[in-house]
């Protein structure tokens, strides 16, 4: 994998990661908003912890990638 495309990859995880992250507080305020019976709670709180496990592996994806980048990185200038 070069470098333009680990740097496109790991731009792509960011701007997921950062809709995910939106997604969460809008979950929230329609829980606390909208939904009011316990089935859509329930509801609602799965797609914030769905939400929550993709951010993590965004997350993970994206240290993976930057460690991939510096060690290439440090092998092209010789160390």
Same mark, same amino acid.
Do not use: W
């Given at each position: 994998? =070069?470098? =333009?495309? &680990? !740097?496109?990859e790991i731009? %792509? ?6 809709? !995910? %992250?939106?997604?969460?507080?809008? *979950?929230?305020?329609?829980? %606390? ?13 799965? !797609?914030?912890v769905d ?5 993590? &592996?965004?997350?993970?994806? &994206?240290?993976?990638l930057k460690?991939? !980048?510096? *060690? %290439? ?7």
């Open positions: 994998m =070069d470098k =333009d495309n &680990i !740097l496109k731009k %792509d995880l960011e701007r997921h990661r950062k809709n !995910l %992250d939106s997604s969460v507080i809008d *979950f929230e305020v329609l829980k %606390d908003t909208y939904y009011t019976t316990p089935t859509s709670v329930r509801f609602c709180n799965a !797609l914030i939400a929550y496990k993709e951010i993590e &592996i965004a997350s993970k994806k &994206i240290g993976e460690t991939l !980048l510096a *060690f %290439d990185n440090a092998r092209q200038s010789g160390l």
